[in-house]
């Protein structure tokens, strides 16, 4: 037994555990131990911005992986002596081999989103306190100008108001009853975006026909808990903690020198809930029309059950759907099906038959067929790129 205990390599996880993205990195790190690593794990409850634990001055460990957030955490750990991974993203460099979130990637990926609702109108708010919120602010900005958008930013100004006080709240109902009419606003994260839609019901605004929210993280619990339900920009930090724990295993037992490695792991889809499910159409049967799909698209639906739901002639909706969306109804449908084939691929292991016969594609080739053509990749390679371990079935 002793010898054993002696083989286990020993590991700390300084990460939060009071959000999804902090319980994500470990459940990510745990998929790296479970295919075969011998690691002793000594984790905590921790909590962002937490001074360095005391016991870590006196610590006879191998390794560590940690949310590098400040100068003081970053100074505790080089006296470690230790290989570090650093997982954090508020800083502007690290002295440690770093994984994160491509922050970039993810302002993309939401800019993208709420300009398929065809509002007129886009704003960002977020917290000019941490990096990875300016960085999230500006590639948005810089999508919704690009493509000529009227785009706004939350402001807080030099005399901030404490974190959820009143006076925060004042200012947020001001800007938003301030933003033109429909907007989309992304939000920095979920617990910012749940601020937002507090904030509307004081305003008398509605969500999402004049205000559509998305936030960052899909934290299920808060997400679930918004009224209305709050979609959001589902990261890949399981996967971000497999990487940190590769980079880990690799420094501690092959002793290699420790290289500024960088690594940026994309987001994987936004999950809609009802604070984005809404288009800014004034039409009764494209609204009902792109209900319908949303509501059957992986039932193996085609234009005609559409219109069997929706009374109109098929060139009347397509038409339409044309003109107010820029897309025609049966280019929907393939397009909302691919969707759920990219959320099956990332939160299943299910083979690529299953997901074929789940999402109503006749058969696994043509799955792949259409998925090749839609997102450049197989679904075998999509699949590879976002997940954490290697075991998923495929």
């Known amino acids: 037994m002793s010898t054993s205990v002696k083989s286990r390599l020993r590991v700390a996880l300084l990460i939060e555990t009071s959000n999804r993205y902090g319980r994500d990195l470990l459940h990510g790190v745990h998929d790296w131990v479970s ?16 001074p360095p634990p005391a016991w870590l001055r006196e610590w006879q460990g191998d390794g560590i992986i940690a949310r590098v957030d400040s100068d003081e955490i970053a100074t505790a750990l080089k006296r470690t002596g230790l290989p570090v991974v650093d997982v954090s993203a508020e800083r ?5 081999p770093h994984v994160g979130i491509n922050n970039r990637a993810v302002a993309q990926m939401a800019a993208t989103h709420l300009l398929s609702k065809k509002l007129s109108n886009y704003a960002f708010c977020g917290d000019d306190r941490f990096l990875w919120s300016r960085k999230r602010g500006e590639t ?5 100008r690009a493509g000529r958008k009227s785009c706004h930013e939350f402001r807080q100004g030099n005399r901030r108001p404490a974190a959820g006080s009143a006076g925060e709240m004042d200012l947020l109902v001001n800007w938003l009853k301030q ?3 429909p907007v989309g606003v992304f939000a920095c994260y979920d617990e910012r975006a749940q601020k937002i839609l507090e904030a509307c019901h004081q305003a008398g605004l509605t969500v999402p026909e004049e205000v559509a929210v998305l936030g960052v993280d899909d934290d299920e619990l ?9 979609s959001s920009v589902l990261l890949n930090a399981r996967r971000t903690g497999y990487e940190a724990a590769a980079i ?9 020198p420790v290289s500024l490695i960088s690594r940026e792991i994309e987001p994987v889809r936004v999950v809609e809930r009802h604070s984005t499910d809404a288009i800014a159409v004034n039409d009764g049967h494209v609204a009902a029309a792109l209900l319908y799909i949303r509501e059957h698209s992986s039932d193996g639906i085609d234009v005609s059950d559409v219109l069997r739901a929706v009374p109109v002639s098929r060139t009347l909706l397509e038409r339409k759907f ?4 820029g897309v025609s109804p049966h280019r929907l449908i393939k397009r909302h099906k691919i969707e759920r084939v990219c959320q099956l691929l990332v939160e299943s292991d299910l083979a690529i038959a299953r997901v074929a016969d789940m999402t109503g594609f006749e058969s696994a080739s043509y799955l792949s067929a259409a998925f090749l053509r839609e997102k450049g990749e197989t679904p075998r390679v999509y699949r590879a790129r976002h997940r954490s371990t290697k075991t998923g079935k495929v």
């Open 35 to 50: 295919a075969g690593e011998r690691w002793s794990i000594r984790s905590v409850e921790q909590q962002r911005h937490s």
């Open 92 to 96: 502007p460099a690290s002295e440690f």
């Open 140 to 144: 948005f900005m810089q999508v919704m």
């Open 179 to 181: 933003l033109p009419k």
């Open 222 to 230: 808060i997400c679930e808990l918004c009224d209305p339900p709050l």
């Open 248 to 256: 880990l295993s690799n420094l501690m037992t092959k002793r290699a």
């Open 322 to 325: 044309v003109k107010l969306l």
